[in-house]
């Protein structure tokens, strides 16, 4: 599986939009990008995931470019609770083992 | 929404018990999963399965091994706890395979003395 690279820290302003992003420069046609957090000691929680397209639900929007090298997490109007550590996983996807490799991610603080 | 449930949220153990570790998910997922958490080495998979009495060794299986009698129960069983078994342990489960939306329990805390 390909390889991601994120910065190791953020902040974000309470009510703005916070753009997480993530450098998968090697990354195959058929492998997708993943989004998890985890919040102080809490189990990760699956965000968003996409392969080409934009994607947008409940909780965020992706943003994959169209070489496909790099992706931006998009939370819309953060709040205090999205502080958390943010990975972005890139995987085959399709029938393989569940082998998500969780990097170090990146650890946004959102400020008041 | 789909729960998953790890009997314990702290434990402490002395070295060269046995320990078991139990997670249980009330969605009807087929696979299941076992990681550990630890500083600087972020989540590291132990073992998986994908179908009740199935079992597959992920990147850390050594001084583990694991049971799946029941498709909702997934449990984690270290033979002689060491200390360097000290960590967070965390089940996951997923729909099917493929599907890599994983829904995780909130952890174990596990501290070997």
């Known amino acids: 599986d390909a390889k991601t690279t994120q910065p190791p820290s953020m902040d974000c302003a309470e009510g703005r939009a916070a753009n997480l992003p993530c450098n998968h420069s090697?990354?195959?046609?058929?492998?997708?990008v993943y989004w998890y957090r985890q919040i102080h000691s809490q189990g990760p929680q699956y965000i968003i995931h996409?392969?080409?397209n934009n994607e947008t639900n409940e909780m965020a929007s992706l943003i994959i470019t169209e070489d496909r090298k790099s992706s931006t997490l998009i939370l819309p109007h953060a709040t205090l609770r999205d502080t958390a550590v943010y990975y972005c996983i890139v995987r085959v996807g399709g029938g393989s083992q569940g082998n998500l490799i969780f990097g170090k991610g990146t650890k946004l603080s959102v400020k008041p | 929404d789909v729960k998953v449930t790890q009997s314990s949220r702290y434990l402490v153990k002395r070295t060269g018990e046995k320990v078991f570790l139990e997670c249980v998910q009330d969605?009807?997922?087929?696979?299941m999963f076992w990681y550990r958490q630890d500083p600087g080495l972020g989540l590291r998979l132990i073992y998986f399965?994908?179908?009740?009495?199935?079992?597959e060794k992920g990147d850390i299986p050594e001084g583990y091994s694991v049971s799946r009698e029941k498709k909702e129960r997934f449990s984690l069983i270290l033979e002689s706890a060491s200390t360097n078994q000290t960590s967070m342990y965390l089940c996951a489960s997923s729909f099917d395979r493929g599907r890599e939306k994983l829904f995780f329990g909130s952890g174990t805390q596990l501290s070997v003395l």
């Open positions: 996409g392969l080409k």
């Open positions: 969605m009807d997922h087929e696979n």
């Open positions: 090697t990354i195959s046609g058929n492998e997708y």
């Open positions: 399965s994908y179908d009740v009495k199935m079992k």
